[in-house]
């Protein structure tokens, strides 16, 4: 009996985890649009600021096809009802940005206000879905559904914000 208690309860935490729930998202105007981050005038930026920014939209472009690949994958799992295999796509999800963020870095050489906000903007976004991520994973282990709830949140928001700062670039 104690078994299929505890299997109900791996498959709850993972309906949990897959679905999520509606009641702690955030209908909260995404920071880029607020910051008018959209509207960079690439003719007003030095030559190393161009490359900088070329390589701040190929890491947001990383960063939502692995958010992408990796919402699927789950999908996946969560029509097989697959915890271990969703944990570990959201361990390679984290460990794909985490090696976004390791290439980030604070470059002093931008003068443009506007390219340093996105630059802040990109970094915390990342941040934010792999601290998302780490709350999820400790809240499934530690069988804590409120740290795991506050994990899908918050990864939601940053997934939300990676998608806008996508389409600033590619849509």
Do not use: P
């Not at 999520?20 to 920071?31: Q, V």
């Not at 960063?63 to 390679?92: C, F, R, T, Y």
Request: charged share 30%; proline share 0%.
């Amino acid at each position: 009996m104690a078994g299929n208690s505890r299997i109900l309860l791996i498959i709850s935490l993972l309906a949990f985890i897959l679905i999520g729930c509606n009641n702690g998202e955030a209908a909260i105007k995404s920071e880029t649009e607020k910051n008018g981050l959209s509207e960079i005038n690439e003719s007003q930026l030095t030559a190393s600021e161009k490359a900088i920014l070329g390589s701040m939209k190929q890491m947001i472009k990383m960063a939502n096809q692995i958010v992408k690949e990796s919402d699927s994958i789950i999908k996946e799992a969560q029509s097989s009802d697959d915890l271990e295999g969703a944990l570990d796509i959201m361990n390679i999800s984290k460990e794909e940005v985490n090696k976004l963020l390791l290439e980030f870095k604070s470059d002093s050489k931008i003068n443009n206000n506007d390219l340093s906000n996105l630059q802040k903007e990109i970094k915390k976004s990342l941040e934010n879905y792999t601290l998302g991520i780490q709350q999820q994973e400790a809240g499934i282990k530690e069988g804590d559904g409120i740290k795991n709830q506050k994990g899908y949140v918050l990864t939601e928001e940053a997934k939300k914000e990676i998608r806008n700062l996508n389409s600033i670039f590619f849509d």
